[in-house]
């Protein structure tokens, strides 16, 4: 029976690979307890250091997936394909995602997880809809993926506990910003599952977890291994995130915009993203089908209409608006917008509100910010560049702190050159070599 | 307020060095269980990784001494000087040392804790010694030092706390192996014990905790820096610790090899440590004094016998012996031995029960080995060159099995060079830079 001081050593000593049969055992004994949470800790910054070989992931990420259950969905009719984003500021393109590739044919099992920071949650902003629930049982979870196709929903106790419990460690020890420990967290969910494909938004910039762009293809190179490992067709997509995606941020202000983008009106930097996105998709769905056409169409409209409606959500209901709205971060001078910081204004809708800064916190559907202009905009003077809405007054004041910076604004003389949002695409092939033994 | 997932990511990613108001804040946390062993087991698992600044170091130890009371010995009539040794196999000096400085008129104060692992701690040697308790009070202690003049006794629980703690925490998650840790640990105590003058033993080589000898200096000179920053006069002597220390190795058969050290007839390399470390005591405190002349006359001998009594021992009782003694470990060749690894003998020791795995474990007063021949000697190919002792016939097969490696005994055709075994000498002036700022 291996040691857990010892296998600790061997990781922080970094002598010799862990075995599989030692990383099974450590599950099960931390399972069982006599694994104990600081010897856990110990062990995942010790990780955090010195990282985990493609053998030690993937034996990692097995037994975070044997921990629970996995969801069969090969008896759907429908293609599965799921998409996971790591999270930028605005990021609503799950919400048109959804029924937009659901309203091309295949199946969206998206479950999802709370936001925690900066980067709000999916069923955060869904639960800003009067009586949508993020809760479905398993049968549910079955029907409505045969139809309308597309469910957004939380992710059950019974998926990778493992994960569950490994994760609320990391984020009270400091050591989540590790890639073998997101990219197994990610997956391992996804893989349980049991989604046919999968296509990752990995974001890069400013706003993202990974603002580093390699540490950003790592990890999305590290995840399209796993996820070929386990048969799973998997492709990621590394995305910026400096600036806001959209003009929202923030729940019931988000739902609202890509409730526009999916009656055609969302601003180009978003609808880049989820074209993106949509078109790797249904390619991987093995589906052939214009995602531009489902939304001029207004198939995808109504696929997000009867998707909310299977939740309990009324999509014809009147959004929850904010009691306090006010301008900020009026324009240094006259000129272009050239960059409008992305963390800057996610910490900003945070502190108004929109995010939680720990698990038990509960969020406000309707506070968030708007940017009234963005990178490309030109503004005068004064011109104020941000709106932000609260409930409560008291949280403009931390909230505008956080947009003081220098550099949360740059002004130009010309307007800033098109940059592509989508950086790089790593498909199964690109990381052959990774995945094998 | 700090937050400490916020410090454990300064330590991790070494952006700057952790305020002295953090690590205040930090124990008073940890003390107050608000941040939790987990969290303190990934911040250890950091600091094994990034280390600790000087101004760190300092702080961390300030925080682990107030944690506790701290004694006042500078009332007594005597200087005080205490010694620790980081353990080495056969290493009974303390035992030796603390009777033969206090003969010389000093104040030896030395506060102990148990052996783990495959060097033995002091208490369990003197354990061995019929009616000897190491628990003193206070006040018995004081007395105790003002006549005969030398204590080993157990440390009480009031001596930093929270180092106790740590320990405990760290023996569990891999992260004892780290020089500030270390150093912090020994000095903590050391400084609360009130001691005004210190020397170290710190060993290296194959049967040390510190193996390598740049690593074993880098420990003398944090923990000479740590004492001066504390106004002890402290010196370090770094030692090899290759071979056994003296011929027994073993509870009541080190307390054998120790009394007749005291009448004169300890072996060469005891003897030769003994003094080394007796001479830089007696400076340490201010006295001129013969440490072979005080050994010679008998003094040294007195004091030993008047210090186990004031503790209940009866030092003229005849000490207990195994109930099993057999021959191990048969010259493989004709030739002067020129090694017999420290290491190798230190675990058949324990193996046989003279040490502990666990805190919780019992040792045998009785189990040991004692070395029939060592470097230097001449043996004949079979001829055994150990004896080992043990209670239980059952524990000679495994300690027989760490005797099996090969280089456990190496021979040669002529006798090995004599080298000195203090390798250096660590005084506050050397690391005076290490101290300031």
């Given at each position: 029976?291996?040691?857990?001081?010892?296998?600790?050593?061997?990781?922080?000593?970094?002598?010799?690979?862990l075995t599989g049969a030692e990383i099974a055992w450590l599950f099960a004994a931390y399972a069982g307890q006599t694994v104990a949470d600081e010897q856990m800790a110990a062990l995942l910054m010790a990780i955090y250091?010195?990282?985990?070989?493609?053998g030690e992931l993937r034996a990692w990420t097995t037994e975070m997936i044997?921990?629970?259950?996995?969801?069969?969905l090969s008896h759907l009719s429908r293609p599965s394909v799921d998409k996971h984003s790591t999270g930028g500021v605005g990021d609503k393109v799950s919400l048109i995602l959804a029924p937009l590739v659901a309203s091309c044919g295949a199946a969206v099992p998206q479950l999802s997880g709370r936001g925690l920071g900066h980067t709000g949650g999916t069923l955060d902003k869904l639960e800003s809809i009067p009586g949508w629930r993020a809760s479905l049982s398993n049968e549910e979870l079955t029907r409505a993926l045969a139809d309308p196709g597309a469910?957004?929903?939380?992710?059950?106790?019974?998926?990778?506990?493992?994960?569950?419990?490994?994760?609320?460690?990391?984020?009270?020890?400091?050591?989540?910003?590790?890639?073998?420990?997101?990219?197994?967290?990610?997956?391992?969910?996804?893989?349980?599952?049991?989604?046919?494909?999968?296509v990752l938004d990995v974001k890069t910039g400013s706003g993202a977890f990974m603002r580093d762009q390699a540490r950003a293809g790592q990890l999305a190179r590290t995840m399209v291994a796993l996820g070929a490992e386990h048969h799973v067709r998997t492709r990621a997509l590394v995305t910026r995130m400096d600036t806001p995606l959209g003009r929202a941020v923030g729940n019931a202000l988000e739902v609202e915009e890509?409730?526009?983008?999916?009656?055609?009106?969302?601003?180009?930097?978003?609808?880049e993203v989820t074209f993106?996105?949509?078109?790797?998709?249904?390619?991987?769905?093995?589906?052939?089908?214009?995602?531009?056409?489902?939304?001029?169409?207004?198939?995808?409209?109504?696929?997000?209409?009867?998707?909310?409606?299977?939740?309990?959500?009324d999509p014809d209901a009147p959004l929850p608006a904010a009691r306090?709205?006010?301008?900020?971060?009026?324009?240094?001078?006259?000129?272009?917008?050239?960059?409008l910081d992305a963390l800057a204004v996610g910490i900003a809708a945070w502190r108004l509100g929109a995010g939680r800064a720990r698990k038990e916190d509960d969020v406000s559907h309707t506070a968030g910010v708007r940017c009234l202009a963005k990178p490309g905009d030109h503004v005068r003077r004064g011109q104020p560049i941000l709106e932000l809405h609260a409930d409560d007054e008291s949280r403009f004041a931390p909230a505008a702190e956080a947009l003081e910076a220098a550099g949360t604004v740059t002004i130009g003389s010309a307007p800033p050159p098109r940059t592509p949002l989508v950086v790089s695409v790593i498909s199964a092939a690109d990381v052959a070599d990774e995945v094998g033994a």
């Open positions: 029976m291996p040691d857990v001081v010892s296998l600790i050593r061997v990781k922080r000593d970094n002598t010799r690979p250091f010195n990282g985990l070989t493609t044997a921990s629970g259950e996995t969801l069969d469910v957004i929903a939380a992710a059950g106790a019974g998926l990778a506990p493992a994960d569950r419990r490994l994760y609320a460690l990391r984020d009270v020890t400091g050591t989540v910003e590790s890639i073998p420990l997101i990219a197994s967290s990610i997956m391992s969910k996804k893989i349980a599952e049991g989604t046919q494909a999968l890509a409730v526009k983008a999916l009656t055609g009106e969302g601003p180009d930097d978003l609808m993106a996105l949509a078109e790797h998709m249904l390619e991987l769905a093995g589906i052939t089908a214009s995602p531009a056409e489902a939304i001029a169409s207004g198939r995808a409209f109504d696929t997000w209409q009867r998707m909310i409606r299977v939740q309990g959500g306090q709205v006010r301008h900020a971060l009026p324009a240094p001078e006259t000129g272009w917008i050239t960059g």
